[in-house]
C-alpha cells in the first residue's frame, strides 16, 4: 500500500544548498556533474536526523540528474558492527533511496590511505609523535594562544618512514605514538595544529579483520575518500564547518587534475521530546529502557517503521523542515502531522474497540448476524468498501456510554439513541452492572428502518459510534505509545542525565481489545486507522492467537491540546 518512490512528490523546495550547487553547475565546475554521498559510520542505527540528511543527498542526485554513494565510515572498529552496517542498508533503501552499485566503505581505501600517509611524509608534511595524547592536547593551545611544537616535529623523512612502518607492523603498543600531518602549530583554525592522521588500534575490524594495527582518523580519511570517489558536494553538519580547511588541505596534497569535492555544511536536525546522539540511543538499547533498537518509542528509522510511520510521511517532514545554517528545534508534532497527513489519504478503515463494553440488540434475533457495506477510505474512492458483519451482540467503547451525561456528553446514555457507523440506530434501553455497581452490559433496542445507519423518517441523532459483533471480533493486543521523554529537551540540562526525563507512561498494553474481522489479512506493518481512535499498524509481534498492533499516532493531535491547557 505505502508508496516507496519518490517519484509521486510534489517538487522539492529549493534551499541554499541547491543554490550553490547552482553556482557550480553554472561555471562548469567538475565537468558539471553533481555527485554526493551518505556517509554514516556504522556504530548504531540510523535515527530521524540520519534521514534528514539521506533525503538530503540523495534527493540532490535526483533534482540534477547525478549520483549519491552510500559509504560507510568504518574508521573506528572498536564500535562498528556487521548489525549495523545491514540496518543501515535496509532503513536507506526502505526510505525509498537507491545508490545502485555504489556501495563503499572508507575500510576500502585503508591501503590507499596508507600509501598516501607516506607519501605526505616523504613530502615532509607528516611526522611520528611520540607524545601521548593528553600531552599532544595540552601542547594544541586556544583558539586565541598558539600551539607549541612537538620535539619530535623535525624528525627525518627516513626516521618517520621507519618509525611509521614499524607501527603499521605492530610493533608499538597502542597510544605509543601517532602519525601527525605538519601544517601550523600558530594556525588560528585549531584544527590546522598538526592534527592526528593515523592512531596505533590493535582492535579486529568488522572488514579487514586483523589485518591493521594503524588507522586514519575520521578527519583524514573523510575528504580523500570523497576524492575518491568523484565526489562534487560533500555535504556535512556545521560543526564541521571548522574542519573545512583542513579538507581542503589534504585534498590539495592530492590534487592531480581540476576536479575537487566541496564541502557543504547546514544545520543538524534536533526534535522537541527526542534524544538523537547515538551515544544515548545506544545506552537507552543497553540497558533495555526500550525494548531494542526498533521500539516504537525510539527516533530511530527501524522504530518509525515498527511504530507504523511511513517512508513519505518521513521524507515529506524532511521537505517540510527545509535546510539551514542555523541550528533549531523542530516541533515532534510536525512529524506526526506528516504521518497522519499521509496515513489519512492511505490508510485502511476499519472499526476496532480498545476499551470494550458489550452491548446486547434485544429485538435482534439469536443466531443470526448480516453484512453491512462499510467505506474502505474516504479520502480514496479507489479503496472500494468492505462487508462488516453485525450481530445481537456487540462490544462498543466504554468512553461512549455515560449513565448520567453531562450537559455536553452527546453519546449513548439511558433512553438516548445514536448511530452505529454504517449499522442501525440504536436506543440504550437498560444498564446492566456487578455487584460492586460496574458497568457490565447494556441493554439496546434497534430501528431495522435505519439499516446502514440512515434515518428512516428524518429524525437526527448527535452522536456515531464505532463498534464490532462480538461474535465475529478479532481479539487483539493494541500498544499505545507516548512520548519517550516528558521533556521538551531531555539532553539539554546541565547536570542532569537525560533518562530522568523518561517518561514512565510511554507504553501502554491493552490487551482485550476486539477489531473487526477484517483485520485477520494483516501483513506486519500494514496500516490501518481504527475510526475515531487513531491510525494503527499490524505488528511482527502477532501470533495467529493474539494479533498484536501499535497506535503511530492519535487522530487528532491531542497531545499539543492537552498541553496548551496546562
Ligand atoms: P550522532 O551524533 O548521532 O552520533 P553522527 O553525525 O556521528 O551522529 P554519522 O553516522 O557520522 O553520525 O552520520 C552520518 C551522516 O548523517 C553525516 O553526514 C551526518 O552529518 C548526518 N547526520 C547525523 N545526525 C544528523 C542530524 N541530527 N541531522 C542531520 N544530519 C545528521
Ligand atoms: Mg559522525
Redesign the pocket.
Known sequence: MADNSVTKEQPKKVNFIHLQIDEDLKLGKNDSRVHTR???????Y?????A???C??FGIAKKYDGKCNLRF?DTNPSKEETEYVESIQKDVRWLGFDWEDRLFYASDYFDKLHEFAVQLIEEGKAYVDDQNSEVISNQKGTPTRPGMESPFRNRSVEENLDLFMRMTAGEFDEGAKVLRAKINMASPNMHMRDPIIYRIMKAHHHRTGDKWKVYPMYDFAHGQSDYWEGITHS???LE?EVHRPLYDWFVDQLQESDYRPRQIE?????LTYTV????K?LELVKDKHVNGWDDPRMPTISGFRRRGYTPESIRNFSDRIGVTKVDGMIDVSLLEYSVREHLNRTAQRVMGVLNPLKVVITNYPENESEELEAINNPEDPEMGTRKVPFSRELYIERDDFMEEPPRKFFRLAPGREVRLRYAYFVTCTKVIKDEDGEIVELHCTYDPASKGGNSPDGRKVKATLHWVSAIHAVKSEVRLYDRLFSDEDPGGHKDVDFKDFMNPDSLKVLNECYLEPFVRKSKPLDHFQFERLGYFNFDYDSTPELPVFNRTVPLRDSWARAQSKK
Open positions: 551518505f556517509p554514516p559510520e556504522p556504530n548504531g540510523l535515527h530521524i536526523g540520519h534528514k540528511s539521506i538530503l543527498n565510515d555535504i556535512c553538519t564541521f547546514f544545520a543538524r536536525l534536533n538523537m546522539s547515538k551515544r540511543l
